[in-house]
């Protein structure tokens, strides 16, 4: 079959799937640009209707599972794609985690390939597979071997496993057929995982295709020079809908496989990138790197942000001294990424508000008082609801969690602190869990945080909650700036000289750092360690 026919075969189907989608798009556009090379539209779906043949030479099929455990490449785009082609599921594995995880993501996800590179920036990532228990890989047939240049070792491997090498899977004829249906699950995430096994997130294809639609008119990815920088991996949603909403627009994505603030800015300048999304943390070193080198990043125009740091209170407003637009984001892996976005032509302390409009006309909000049931009017906080286009199929492999975390009509529990707002959007506050009730009052530890961050020498500050007779207190961990001092007793008159004296900590301790854990979508502290670790301090005081 010649490969215009073949095309045309995919696209004769409402473009409901991944590869309908990117059939759709002119051959000629770029779509990709990657360690200096681009990609046009018409070259990466060739690239996955080869990796659709390779992996359907390995047994994949309709339903089957592929863990793709590689950075952010042009490999990664053209496995996921290929997964879609065939009606397979692209199981997301982060290339941060390690034997322990893995073990747990390739076996508890029952997938039957698992593609790597074990060259990838002198991780040995080999080392890593042989510490995983083969026995505990019960459904896994094949390991593909990635490399660029050459640079994967040659004892790679496991006991009674078939490995094969990324470049003989690509060496297959272009797969004509389409598996893919709208219906077809596609891709899955775990969740951060903090405090139990994380659960196991899946989509559908016309899902995430009407998300990235969504996502490209609500962060104006559209526009005619709209070039996206790709710096957050694509092996969590954050990554995963910014990559296909710039698929979606038929626009160019920049990759980096790893991200370090002087080459973003120099991408940027270079490829006169438009929009981003990263952390708060990323958009601080940027920042810093463009000022440092004198380059400033002048074709910047959005970048929507999580916040990952309390401490940086003026991050937008630094970027706006920049010229480039933050606005904060909300998502989830049960609802995506990029769900909702601040609107850019909204004042800086209200572009700072997690929450904001929803992408998609379609989705509901609500906040429901969790203790009577009660559905809340706007500005009164509790449990955020949503029902939208954008939710997942539901927990695979556990559906006591996908019942429990549904309300009888179709709203997801997000298990986040947050109300509506009058004009259509929401405001996040934080995690149910992490809300206090201090005195008698709902309290969000964020608050107490932002005080205790403007205090000169602290550099960082988290609350948690801890019980001591007569009931729940706040108690602080805070980390110093570089070579600034300071103790308790000053830290606590701070907040003693701010605060309504229920929001006072009943201690505040001084560490070198705080527990975190890392996730595709960013390095998250480790709140319920946290809590540990007060409980324990109380215990001994």
Known sequence: MQADSANAKMIAAPERTLTAMLAAQPADATAIVYEGERWTFGALLELSRKAAGGLARLGIGPGDRVAIWLPNCVAYAATMLGCAQLGAVAVAVNTRFRSVEVEDIVGRGRCKALIFWPGFKSIDFAGILKAVDPKALTTLETLVVYDEGGDAPDDVGLPGIATVRYADVMS???????????????????TSGTTKKPKFVMHKQSVVVHHAREVVRGFGYGARDAVMLQTVPMCGVFGFCQFLAGLAAGRPNVLMSVFDAEGAVDLIREHGVTHTVGGDDMADRMIAAADASGKPMSTLRHFGYARFNAALTDIVERADAHGFTMCAVY?????????????????????????????????????????????????????????????????????EASAEAMTEDGYFRTGDLGYTTEREGFVYLSRMGDVLRLGGFLVNPAEIEDHLVHHPAVDGAQVVGAERHPGTVAVGFVMLKPGAETDEAALKAHCKAGLASFKQPARIFIVDAFPVTQSANGTKIQRAKLREMAAERLAEA
Do not use: W
């Open 172 to 190: 297959a004829d272009p797969y004509a057929d389409c598996h893919g249906t709208p219906e077809s699950p596609c891709n899955m995430f775990t």
């Open 331 to 399: 998502g989830s892996s049960e609802v995506q990424a990029l769900f909702s976005v601040q609107r850019a032509d909204a004042p800086a302390e209200q572009r700072k508000i997690g929450g904001g409009i929803p992408v998609s006309p379609d989705a509901e909000i609500r906040a429901r008082d969790r203790e009577t049931g009660r559905i809340l009017p706007h500005g009164e906080p509790g449990e955020l609801e949503m029902r939208a286009p954008s939710l997942m199929i539901g927990y695979d492999g556990n559906p």
